[in-house]
């Protein structure tokens, strides 16, 4: 047992089949090299949350395919973003320790031990519902299984084959199910005729699901559209507004994504935090740009929500591959407001 050094290879041992789903920032497929790589400390993770890396980890064995076994873990990141190996390394041995030394002959019904292990482990944790709800339609895309049962509702009611105000019955699962499978199902076409159309309540949990799925420049187009009229309504409903921004975050249409937010940034809206909230954890690559990054550190350390919440969100981006050298240098730019300066001088002294 001493060759197993990391989860990969203990899964490996036991000849199960695996599929890893980052939980952090947007629910999206981890490769297996690029999870194998991450515990081995050879690259950081690349979508940290909250200095961890959130993780759903669905394993299965060939002699049982009908027996599915799910593990959310986060793992601690150090300051550059790689995996602390001792917060692993005593996941492990804990793990082998409940089995025995029987990894490699391990059954599907023996490995029940194994995942009573996340009852107690601090590792674990359980995710929201909707991370939950787009996991499962996820997970099922990934096996190949069929959506649940409540797919078939959603996909009439945001394809327009039902009135618009009939979307009470529509659950969060059902929306899951229908975003996880718009291209494979050619949906996108339908959905993108009638976004306009939704009431707020359906729209924002649409958005919320589609924040996961690289959606194509016609979609985010028409949510671009909708919610540049609520950028100029200064009354307008900001979680709506922010809905939208979520719905657009992982865009194949960059240009329109950042677009947005630039729009966003120049607006009344600018200092809600719930949207800058927002603009951090789901849409986050659109800050690599300096052209957005700068703006958005000025309204992030000037919005009523004070100081902390600065430190909050910065802390966090700061942990993002790609956006530490970024920030770093908006903090040494001589012409930031004295706002700025404020708050990063707060962030360094709590550092």
């Given amino acids: 047992m001493s060759d197993i050094t990391t989860l990969t290879d203990f899964l490996d041992k036991t000849g199960a089949n695996l599929r890893v789903f980052d939980m952090g920032r947007r629910v999206s497929l981890v ?95 359980t995710p929201d519902q909707e991370r939950i709800a787009i996991f499962n339609a996820k997970a099922k895309l990934a096996l190949g299984q069929p959506a649940s049962r409540f797919h078939d509702q959603a996909e009439e009611y945001f394809t327009g084959q039902r009135d618009m105000d009939d979307w009470e019955d529509v659950g969060l699962q059902g929306i899951a199910d229908f975003t996880v499978r718009l291209e494979k199902q050619d949906n996108a076409g339908d959905l993108t005729k009638h976004i306009a159309s939704f009431p707020d309540i359906p729209f ?37 507004l922010a809905a939208a921004i979520r719905g657009v975050g992982h865009s194949q249409a960059k240009g329109l994504r950042d677009g947005l937010i630039k729009d966003v940034l120049a607006s009344a809206h600018s200092d809600d935090i719930e949207i800058l909230t927002v603009i951090a954890a789901r849409a986050w690559e659109s800050l690599e740009n300096p052209e957005l990054l700068k703006p958005y550190l000025e309204k992030l350390a000037a919005c009523p929500a004070g100081e902390q919440a600065f430190i909050k969100i910065v802390r966090d981006l700061i942990f993002v591959p790609g956006l530490r050298t970024l920030i770093i240098a908006q903090f040494r730019d001589p012409d930031r407001s004295d706002a700025l300066s404020n708050a990063i001088g707060l962030l360094m002294g709590q550092n």
């Avoid at 991450?38 to 940290?48: I, K």
């Avoid at 041995?93 to 029987?102: F, V």
Wanted: proline share 5%.
């Fill in 31 to 125: 490769s297996a090299n690029t999870f194998s790589r991450f515990e081995q400390c050879e690259l950081p993770y690349p979508q940290p949350y909250m200095y961890h890396a959130r993780l759903g980890i669905l394993f299965w064995y060939p002699q049982a395919p009908e027996q599915h076994f799910i593990w959310f873990l986060q793992f601690p990141l150090d300051e550059q973003g790689f995996i602390i190996q001792a917060a692993r390394d005593d996941f492990l041995k804990r793990l082998l320790e409940t089995i025995g030394q029987n990894a490699k002959d391990m059954s599907a019904e023996e490995n029940q031990q194994a995942q009573n292990l996340m009852k107690d482990n601090p590792l674990a944790f």
């Fill in 204 to 240: 924002s949990a649409l958005c919320r699901c589609l924040e996961n799925e690289s959606i194509d420049h016609k979609l985010t187009a028409a949510i671009c559209d909708r919610a540049e009229k609520l950028i100029a309504d200064s009354e307008a409903d900001r979680l709506t």
